[in-house]
């Protein structure tokens, strides 16, 4: 239950910051080029869905917590909301950054050095790893409810 009320928490926190950030900022998009697809990515945009996926996995927790005989364990729930926050965070420094450089006019391309991409890769993959960890606990939590069976 402590990690669903943490997750809770941190879409709320995510919904606040999408909330200010569209009120405060005007809404510059990042263009991205991948093989022949062409993608606009703004920050709004990707802050909001961190906060449905953090709403995604509160809602996990609390149906797990509820329903399951054997709850899931609270070590790898706060490892996956560790790794998550860190996830999170670290795409938010990356994006936020990348979209100051696109501001100024130069292209995205020439004006992204090394530390802006390592940290985007960095927090998905944080953020994968947190996925993994939830799904390794829901796994733990199948096989002892089956072994008590």
């Known amino acids: 239950m402590l990690t669903a009320k943490l997750f ?8 606040a910051l999408v909330a200010l ?7 510059k998009s990042i263009d991205v080029f991948f093989h022949v ?20 996995f ?6 797990a917590s509820r329903w399951v005989l054997h709850p899931l364990n609270n070590s790898p729930g706060i490892t ?8 999170y965070i670290l795409l938010f ?6 979209r100051a450089m696109a501001a100024s006019g130069e292209p995205v391309g020439r004006a992204v ?18 996925c993994v960890t939830l799904a390794v606990n ?4 199948a096989v002892a409810a089956f072994r008590s069976q």
């Open 80 to 87: 996956h909301f560790v790794l998550a926050l860190a996830g």
């Open 37 to 56: 697809t062409y993608f606009v990515i703004d920050h709004i945009h990707l802050m909001g869905l961190t906060a449905l996926a953090s709403a995604c």
């Open 138 to 141: 829901c796994a733990g939590t």
């Open 8 to 15: 809770a928490t941190l879409a709320i926190m995510q919904v």
């Open 21 to 27: 950030f569209r009120s405060t900022t005007p809404s």
């Open 58 to 63: 509160a809602l996990i927790y609390f149906a």
């Open 113 to 130: 050095n090394h530390w802006h991409f390592l940290a985007f890769l960095v927090g998905v993959f944080c953020f994968l790893l947190g």
């Open 93 to 98: 420094l990356a994006v936020y950054s990348i």
